[in-house]
């Protein structure tokens, strides 16, 4: 079992940044894959980057070169620096892991609003 819990969310402007943080319980954020997704209204949940539990980093195009995947193991937070943010970024953003079996496990969201 492993709890999720996403903070960091706000309102920024465009060309600004934000870090959202993603705190888990239960097991080791090491142990498994942390995958951040986002939905913005009216559309379905997105992809937007994964930390392997070996440490490999994957992101969309659309955010690669802009945000950051990493983790803190002592804190046992997953964190996503996102720079340079644009109006389409706005949206919910959300934690996900993914542990053998296949089990997955969501956070309740954070919200990101970009202005223009």
């Known amino acids: 079992q492993v709890q999720l819990v996403e903070s960091g969310g706000g309102l920024v402007q465009a060309g600004g940044s934000l870090r959202l943080s993603c705190a888990a319980s239960?097991?080791?954020?090491?142990?498994?894959?942390v995958r951040w997704y986002r939905q913005a209204p009216g559309k379905e949940r997105e992809f937007v980057a994964q930390?392997?539990?070996?440490?490999?980093?994957f992101y969309d195009e659309a955010v690669k070169g802009r945000f950051t995947i990493f983790r803190d193991n002592a804190k046992n937070t997953v964190y996503l620096q996102m720079s340079s943010l644009k109006p389409e970024d706005t949206a919910i953003y959300y934690c996900?892991?993914?542990?053998?079996?296949?089990?997955?496990?969501w956070g309740q969201g954070t919200q990101v609003t970009v202005s223009s």
């Open positions: 930390i392997t539990w070996s440490g490999d980093r």
């Open positions: 239960g097991r080791t954020v090491s142990s498994y894959d």
């Open positions: 996900n892991a993914l542990l053998a079996g296949p089990r997955n496990y």
